[in-house]
């Protein structure tokens, strides 16, 4: 099982549409959760940390669920600049972060 | 939020040559930087961790002598692919981790380098 998955998608969704990524983790020791957006060709930029309790930025929710060890993102009201790569980002204890394969979004008009 | 640079942006080079990329921290004091390298459409993979006056620390499978880093100050890495080939063509990022204390733990990508080997 690889330590951080994610459904590689594409996701294609119209504008205006919601759409939601899941990330599961297997270290329960995990301490840190990111979820970072890059697009084609470019550095992955931060989007936003994940919090146990759920953090809101805008269109943008994150969600952590330590039981059962998975992190979500909530895009509402879907523009299309969001279409890019989604990554999920889990650091443990030693702090190196580990990278899922990312999903991939597709607004479209 | 902070920001990373790396240069060159984009190099071309033959085969057998050596390629140095450096990475900077340019408005906060780095201890720990760490080097990716991705593929077309796979994830980032992590190459090395590096920290400020100790030798890197190489993932599996990762040659050491073949990827040089250093990272001589709080601000700096650099990266040197030594007798690069064809398959070592790829995109090579970096990141820093802002200072413990300072932010919450966050790292932050420097532009990447894109690595063509003829």
């Known amino acids: 099982r690889k330590e951080v998955e994610q459904d590689p998608g594409p996701f294609n969704v119209p504008e205006g549409a919601t759409v939601a990524f899941n990330c599961t983790y297997s270290?329960?020791?995990?301490?840190?959760f990111f979820w970072y957006r890059q697009d084609c060709r470019k550095e992955p930029k931060l989007l936003m940390s994940?919090?146990?309790s759920g953090n809101e930025d805008g269109r943008f929710t994150a969600q952590l669920n330590r039981a059962s060890q998975y992190i979500s993102l909530l895009i509402r009201d879907s523009k299309l600049s969001d279409s890019a790569t989604y990554l999920c980002?889990?650091?443990?204890?030693?702090?190196?972060?580990?990278f899922g394969r990312g999903t991939s979004l597709i607004v479209h008009p | 939020g902070a920001v990373v640079s790396q240069h060159p942006s984009w190099v071309i080079c033959k085969s057998g040559t050596s390629v140095k990329i450096e990475c900077r921290s340019l408005?906060?004091?780095?201890?720990?930087m760490f080097w990716y390298r991705q593929f077309p459409k796979q994830s980032l993979m992590l190459m090395a961790t590096?920290?400020?006056?100790?030798?890197?620390?190489?993932e599996q499978g990762v040659e050491k002598d073949k990827f040089l880093i250093n990272h001589a100050s709080l601000t700096l890495s650099t990266l040197t692919v030594t007798s690069a080939h064809p398959e070592d063509s790829s995109f090579y990022i970096c990141?820093?981790?802002?200072?413990?204390?300072?932010?919450?733990?966050?790292?932050?990508f420097g532009p990447g380098t894109r690595l063509t080997v003829l």
């Open positions: 408005d906060f004091q780095a201890t720990t």
């Open positions: 270290n329960s020791a995990s301490q840190s």
């Open positions: 590096s920290n400020e006056g100790s030798k890197a620390t190489y």
């Open positions: 980002v889990v650091t443990g204890g030693s702090y190196i972060p580990t």
């Open positions: 990141s820093a981790r802002v200072l413990a204390g300072s932010e919450t733990d966050t790292q932050y």
């Open positions: 994940v919090y146990s």
